[in-house]
């Protein structure tokens, strides 16, 4: 079976190509379109033309389809998560997790549906009546990456759709599984014709279209910091609202005071889980002068515990890199680390396992600095760098100094320090005594510097992006 784009409420085939896992080369996903610059200017043209209804639509209708659909993806976890893990390469139960999350999205934007609300107050001049509301804002264009196949594309979905726009969903090259399996099921949740619109295939050629386009009203973005740039300058010309969500270096800082056993778990979860491929990953473990020694043996100690493998596999802890080229990039930066004189403590080795696939040990620098590339530029994979300082003020300044500013950790039982990071590290999100990756999805998400730009995404938040105000007065 080939899984075809979704254009105007009907599925449109075409050239396919194969989804291979990153676990099992010979084990093909599934056959997936690959649409043409027509299918992107079609889906365009039907979100277009489907927004004036839509946007006027009732909210019991669009908290009906939101909850189906969060319903259904909660009801097939497995599967999905099955799906997930299979094309991206995270452990099965990091998938399912993701899944769920993906189904808590669409219910809680779900319930946002129920709760629109505007403010009403007197003017300054009597007699006049003040109402201040949110509208949508139109047709929007969603390019999202591979590293969250499910969660990310829910994330801008379920907003877009509750606050009445429309969309044209254009997922990673690398995933279409997972966004096939949303289309498919908010098209059968009853979603109206053109209201939501899958094109999959490459960015450089349907993603371009989208953002040549000049009849998107906003474009939400997350990936590379390179695409992005594209957007904003696209958006720029076209004069529409844009988003962007970006990389990441972000710094956990370990002080002497850690508890070691939540410094040592912490950094391993923020560091190597999902195989590093979080843009909240941390890749710079800012470690303070009096427990460097102790922090990196146990560090070390614990990842000779951890096992990759295959993501299906259970006991598996950290699955395979998502394709050869992003291996090739870490083992590249690898090679990087050590000529820059940073020293590999652990791991850094290409693994073969049962079946053939991407397999990385994940690797430990010690003795690196700031200044080195392995600390300034984005990896995106299961590489870290240990940075010995003095104190908390050196570590603080080791950890803002960075072009990017997404999320920050700490561990300490300084409650002075604690309180003191949070509120001066430049970053979008800080975590006290936590990993820098797991955050909620009822909150804001998103960063400053070079990770991000535009308002915050997921929660009520989302609402800035995916509505614009409207201030009408009436003489009463
Ligand atoms: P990428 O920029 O290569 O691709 C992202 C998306 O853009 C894909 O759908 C791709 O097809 C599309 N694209 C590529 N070229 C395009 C073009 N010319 N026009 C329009 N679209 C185009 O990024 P990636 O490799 O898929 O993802 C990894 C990156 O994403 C990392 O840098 C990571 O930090 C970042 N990321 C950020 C966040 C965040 O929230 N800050 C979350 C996840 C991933």
Redesign the pocket.
Known sequence: MTFNNLIAGEWVGGNASENRSPSDTNDVVGLYAQGTPDDMRAAIAAAKAAFPAWSRSGILERHAILKKTGDEILARKEELGTLLAREEGKTLPEAIGETIRAAQIFDFFAGECLRLAGESLPSVRPGIGVEITREPIGPIGL??????PIA?PAWKIAPALCYGNTVVL????LVPGCAWAIADILHRAGLPKGVFNLVMG???VI??V??DSPDLAGIS????????K??ALSSIEHGRKYQL????KNPFVILDDADLSVAVEASLNSCFFSTGQ??TASSRLIVTEGIHDRFVAALVERLKSVTVDNALKAGTHIGPVVDERQLMQDIDYIDIGRSEGAKLAFGGERLNRETPGFYLQPALFTEASNQMRISRE?I?GPVASVIRVKNYEEALSVANDTPFG?SSGIATTSLKHATHFRRNAEAGMVMVNLPTAGVDFHVP?G?RKG??FGPREQGRYAAEFFTTVKTQYTLA
Do not use: D, H, Y
Not at 221 to 228: C, L, Q, R
């Open positions: 390019i999202t990456p591979w590293n969250f990310i254009k997922p990673a090259e490459k960015g450089s993603g371009q989208m953002l973005f997350t990936g590379s910091v390179g695409t992005g594209r957007v969500e970006m990389g990441g979080r843009c984005e995106f997404l998400f960063g990770s991000s």
